[in-house]
Each structure stands twice: as structure tokens, then as C-alpha cells.
Nanobody
Framework: QVQLVESGGGLVQSGGSLRLSCAAS????????MAWYRQAPGKERELVAT???????NYADSVKGRFTISRDNAKNTVYLQMNSLKPEDTALYYC??????????????WGQGTQVTVSS
């Protein structure tokens, strides 16, 4: 199985920064699009940012100009640099990745999430 493990979450003051990491492990032939989602209590899961294997990125309007998604293909890792954090950014952040794994199977993997809490 392909597994994703997020790290880097924590408690930060409004205006501060955090850098999230998500490392993929397992038998991976190829990683395609990787993404970050977030979900706050009582709200629907929101797509935050995506990055293709070629490095093309897309962002939710709510985070444009503040967040940056990047990836290190050699490490099978995707990052989310979060600057100018606001209390409304508080959520559980999930990593998502699709690609080709063992036995030439396509996969769509999710991490268990890392908590980001931004205080006023």
C-alpha cells in the first residue's frame, strides 16, 4: 500500500508561518498530482492547493498569495508553506496523492492529517 504521512502542523499566532510536509512511502512507480486539503469542524473538506508532477500549481482563492505548494520528487514529498496565517486557516490539513503503484495499479492515497491551529 501507498501511505502518506503529514507533519509540521501546530499552534501558531495570527500572522505566523508553518511548513507542512507529506511524505509518500510504499511501492511507487510514479506520483502524479499531489494536493493539500483542509477541513475545519462542521465544514466541508476544502481543496487548498494542487501540484502536478511537472510543477504546475493551483490554489484556492482563500490562500492565494499566502500559501505555496511545492514538491521534491526525489523524496516523494510535497510541502505546503503557509505564511500570513489567519484564524480561519485553522483546520485539519490532509495530503492527497495519485499515481501508479505496485502491479501497475493506480492509487489515490490520503494521509491522516495534521492539525493547524491559528490563534488570534
Amino acid at each position: 500500500q501507498v501511505q502518506l504521512v503529514e507533519s509540521g502542523g501546530g499552534l501558531v499566532q495570527s500572522g505566523g508561518s508553518l511548513r507542512l510536509s507529506c511524505a509518500a512511502s510504499g511501492i511507487i512507480f510514479r506520483l502524479d498530482v499531489m494536493a493539500w486539503y483542509r477541513q475545519a469542524p462542521g465544514k466541508e473538506r476544502e481543496l487548498v492547493a494542487t501540484i502536478t508532477n511537472g510543477g504546475n500549481t493551483n490554489y484556492a482563492d482563500s490562500v492565494k498569495g499566502r500559501f505555496t505548494i511545492s514538491r521534491d520528487n526525489a523524496k516523494n514529498t510535497v510541502y505546503l508553506q503557509m505564511n500570513s496565517l489567519k484564524p480561519e486557516d485553522t483546520a485539519l490539513y490532509y495530503c492527497n496523492a495519485g499515481g501508479r503503484g505496485s502491479y501497475w495499479r493506480n492509487f489515490d492515497a490520503w494521509g491522516q492529517g495534521t492539525q493547524v491551529t491559528v490563534s488570534s
